[in-house]
């Protein structure tokens, strides 16, 4: 983990991967939640009997967007900022989800500094964002997090 005093000194690590978080485990439970939560309950990831005769490899696929919805969780094991304000989630840029998560997979993030620019509201912090799997070769999502944070 890097530690950091204020946003703008995210700027020293441009262009370099700050590091991983933990894996995490993906489970049936967690999928199953984030599908109540947000409606898509496609057996794809709600039935692991259907999944088990339809799907490629036997197994439901956890959604992309659950994915995506755990990096700021994930991030917080990667870097931290001493002292700073609000910080502001601005969006996701060039969001792909290239691989399927299937059940029972570990994942971890991974993050790259791409900038750390002042802004009128404090530093517009940008960061390609990597969710890869254990044990596969190509990752799971790859996106541009944009997060504007209030200096402290």
Known sequence: MITVEQPADMAAHAGQRIG???????????ISAF??????????????????????????IAHGLHMVSLMPRLQREIYAIRKRGRGLNY??????FVAP????????LALTVVEAAPHAR?????????IEVEGMDRPAVVARHILLLENG
Request: proline share 3%; with cysteine; hydrophobic share 30%.
């Open 20 to 30: 991983h978080s933990d894996w995490m485990r993906i489970d049936q439970e967690a």
């Open 35 to 60: 599908a109540r939560l947000t409606g898509d309950d496609h057996w794809i990831h709600v039935d692991p009997e259907r999944a088990s005769r339809d799907m490629p490899g036997g197994r439901t």
């Open 91 to 96: 969006g996701y840029d060039k969001i792909r």
């Open 101 to 108: 998560v299937q059940v029972d997979s570990r994942i971890r």
């Open 122 to 130: 404090g530093t517009r912090l940008v960061c390609d964002a990597t």
